[in-house]
């Protein structure tokens, strides 16, 4: 039992290390920009957080911006699972792996993230010792977002196991979990967004609006991010892709970035016509203020490039995947900023003391960044490249691997071989 | 830098090759060896990157010791006094200073409150560097725990004032001055954020942090409504012939990076019935400093007599630091017990 599932893990890191030049290519692309990126943490690490562009007036800047934004990922994913489970659409069955997956990879992203925020990543072990649970809305993203992780590793692994070995998936051990990982789905980014909603001092967060836009944008860019994933898998493997299941997914992008920007303008609103000193943070992102305007370029493009993928995505011609995908990729750009560049850092500006510092990343804080999105990339790819050959029924636990391997070495010569056996 | 060189030969080549390789011996050494290089390539650059690790310091003895260092609240009187000994080494080994590290209790009977008056302040900043050097904060960059901000007369409204003012006298009639720093909260958010329990709020009403605790999050500095928590972005320096060799484990013993650091009313001085070192460098006799629960204290009776208000009472944090301006004229026909509320604690008389 034991032995059969090393043998999986084994076999599993072998296929991973076999493709085409393109595939050799793609990986060491990333191996290099992640050891890039451990090479700025070990810096980072050694002499502190001074390598970043954060300050104590801005002091949660690109980290947390991207944690946030993959949370809103990872939950995402769910978004894959409520048509399969609720609503029985068997188009998107398959699929469901592929974004739970990429719900595992998103959490492990976003552990890497709040990790390099620490200034005592070595004291991580105090979290276990005293745990502020449950006054401290950190503590409550701690245990959300490693229990999301343990339930999607739990359904994917125990999916995917069943069929390498051949078996029937018993439902009893992993409908009940999809169940609650559907919940739990909303239940992460609903605590990402308290942590900061619950800051009486940053009148910029405390507005009971965040949490339902976190939702929503998420739900419109875990969506897009599927989508171009999907056709990058259709396209690069052996996987047929059913189209139906990207214009579902392409029906959910629709929704989610409508109620995105109608709570976006309800909050716009809200802020400048009122126009009371709260709005400083809001004025600032937006038009600038005393002078200081860095963020402005930054949020006018998140609202064009929402906007124009909102006006895309209601165009009958977005049901082609050209006019589609550029719709995913400017609302994926969109939405990253504005979790980033228009959420995060503009509540810190200006300071609760009236002052105004404005914040940059450093290549170094640039660098980690980068490292850790080509390692969450990387680690996809090998999740991705596992499971299409067990899904498929080609890779096997009573079947040699050596089909797989020559395969994955020389795509285009098993696709002839394969072409000239039939003939 | 050295990066994983990739085995090409295998996507060269025909089919019959792929065959015969895993027939012939030769090849299935000449691949080992291949991918025992590519391994070994691989580790290369992994050490490569992780490199700038040898920069740490050579591991010095304390470190099991530090590492499990247990919760200030959780340690026994033995382990504080471990504890202290162990950071009196340090400061020796660091900056060759022979210095006393206590462990100061608060007082029963006393909770601490803070009145500033706004009429007095001249905008000198003594107060500002004082307390840098009572407290040990880094000189480079400089931490500075009190922020004095220029006002234009006739608003509160913090934004309209200037923070880094340089006049070459003070005070400008054209304004007054500001100084803030930790309010030790009644209510702190920044306690309630903290997912280690690394900050609370001790019996005489003073925030603290353990130091050896906090693991760096910057969760409090972003809750504080006053901005008074600072971090600590690098190793903090302070020239040994600076040093303020009486300390204690919860106030001004050296920090280091990666952890926060607040203003801690002093607390190795005041709980031992010295003023704030704040207080102390003021020359104009705007600050005060005592306990609210003593009625007969200057503090009580300034929180009795004057017109006193804190800063962003709407967001709840029950300051203890309260600001007020001198009245130009005496107030007729008020009785001197007309804001009573404010000889009980703060916890209980709230602000209003």
Redesign the interface.
């Known amino acids: 039992m034991i032995r059969e599932y090393l043998q999986f893990l084994w076999r599993s890191f072998r296929v991973s290390f ?1 493709g ?2 393109r595939y ?1 290519l793609w990986m ?1 692309v990333l ?2 920009i992640a ?2 990126g ?2 700025a943490y ?2 980072q ?6 390598t ?1 562009g ?4 801005i ?2 800047g690109l980290y947390i911006a991207n944690f946030t934004y993959l949370v809103g990922v990872a939950a995402a994913a769910v978004m894959l699972v409520i048509p399969v489970y609720v609503y029985r659409n068997r188009e998107l069955h398959d699929l469901v792996i592929f974004g739970e997956l990429l719900a595992v990879a998103a959490i492990i992203m976003c552990l890497l993230f ?1 990790t390099v ?8 072990h ?2 276990l ?4 649970f449950p ?5 409550w993203d ?1 245990l959300v977002l490693n229990g999301y992780l343990a339930l999607n590793l739990h359904i994917c692994g125990y999916l995917i196991y069943c069929r390498y070995r051949g078996k029937h998936p018993s439902r009893l051990f992993y409908i009940p979990f999809v169940f609650i990982a559907i919940v739990w789905a909303v239940s992460i980014h609903t605590v990402t967004a308290f ?1 900061l909603v ?5 009148p910029f967060w405390n507005q009971a609006i965040i949490a339902p836009r976190f939702i929503a944008s998420a739900f419109a860019a875990g969506p897009a991010i599927i989508i171009l994933t999907l056709q990058a898998i259709g396209r690069f493997s052996s996987y047929e892709v059913a189209r139906p299941a990207l214009m579902t997914l392409r029906q959910i992008v629709l929704v989610a970035l409508t109620i995105n920007m109608f709570l976006l303008i309800s909050e716009l609103f809200t802020e400048f016509y009122t126009d009371s ?1 709260h709005a ?1 943070s809001a004025r600032y992102l937006f038009f600038g203020l005393h002078g200081h305007h860095a963020l402005v370029p930054w949020i006018w493009t998140a609202i064009a490039f929402n906007s124009i993928a909102l006006v895309l995505l209601y165009l009958p011609a977005s049901r082609g995947l050209k006019i589609l995908d550029l719709a995913c990729v400017l609302l994926i750009i969109g939405i990253w900023i504005e979790k980033g560049m228009g959420l995060i850092v503009p ?2 500006i ?6 105004i510092v404005e914040y940059a990343p450093t290549v170094n804080e640039v660098l980690v960044c980068l490292g850790i999105w080509a390692f969450g990339a990387l680690i996809y790819t090998i999740f991705v490249r596992v499971t299409i050959p067990v899904l498929s029924g080609r890779l096997r636990a009573d079947q040699p691997i ?1 089909d797989i391997l ?1 395969e994955f ?2 795509p285009d ?1 098993a696709k002839e ?1 394969a072409r000239g056996d039939l003939a | ?1 050295q ?2 060189v ?1 085995d ?1 030969s ?2 060269g080549g ?2 019959g090759e ?1 065959q015969q390789r ?1 027939d012939r011996p030769e090849v299935s050494r000449r691949r080992f060896l291949r991918t025992g290089l590519a391994a070994g390539s ?1 580790l290369a ?2 050490a ?6 040898s ?2 310091a050579g591991v010095d003895h304390d470190v099991f010791a530090n ?1 499990f260092q ?2 200030y609240k ?1 340690m026994s009187r033995a382990e504080i006094d471990s504890a202290l000994e162990r950071i009196r080494r340090d400061v020796g080994r660091r900056y060759g200073v022979a210095a006393t590290v206590q462990d100061v209790r608060p007082l029963d009977g006393v909770e601490f409150v803070y009145a500033l008056n706004l009429s007095r302040c001249n905008g000198n900043r003594r107060c500002v560097h004082a307390c840098v050097k009572e407290n040990n904060q880094s000189r480079s960059p400089e931490m500075q725990y009190i ?1 004095v ?1 220029e006002m234009p007369k006739g608003t509160l ?5 200037n ?1 880094h003012f340089d006049s070459e006298a003070v005070p400008d009639q054209e304004h007054y001055y500001l100084p ?1 720093q930790c309010h030790q909260c009644a209510n702190p ?1 920044c306690v ?7 900050t609370w709020q001790e019996p005489d009403g003073i925030t603290v942090i353990d130091y050896d ?7 409090c ?7 008074a ?7 903090p320096v302070i020239p040994s012939d600076e040093l303020n060799p009486d300390m204690s484990y919860l106030s001004n013993r050296p920090r ?5 650091e607040k203003c801690t009313f002093c607390l190795h001085r005041t709980r031992q019935g010295r003023l704030p070192a704040c207080l102390e460098a003021c020359p104009t006799g705007a600050r005060k400093f005592g306990n609210v629960l003593d009625p007969d204290s200057e503090v009580s009776q300034i929180l009795r007599t004057k017109r006193i208000f804190v800063l ?1 009472q709407e ?3 029950l300051p203890r630091f309260f600001y007020y301006f001198d009245e130009r004229y005496p107030r007729s026909g008020e009785a001197d017990t007309a804001d009573d509320s404010h000889d009980k604690s703060v916890k209980h008389g709230g602000t209003s």
């Open positions: 076999v085409d030049w050799h060491l191996t290099v050891l890039l451990l090479n070990c810096r690490f050694v002499d502190g957080l001074i970043t954060m300050t104590d007036q002091s949660w709040v925020d620490l200034g005592r990543p070595d004291r991580f105090h979290l010792l005293r745990f502020n006054i401290s809305m950190l503590t701690v942590l619950g800051l009486g001092g940053r000193a400083a509540a810190f200006p300071s609760p003391l009236g002052e050596d020559y070495s020389q010569r071989l | 830098m990066l994983p990739l090409n295998r996507f025909g089919r792929f895993r691989g650059a992994l490569a990157a992780a490199s700038p690790l920069r740490l590492f247990k919760h959780a922020r901000i409204d913090v934004e309209q004032g923070h803030v958010p309630k954020v903290c997912p280690v329990e690394a605790w906090c693991i760096g999050c910057r969760y500095e972003a809750a504080c409504p006053y901005w928590r600072r971090f600590n972005f690098s190793d280091s990076k990666g952890v926060m962003k967001v709840g944090t």
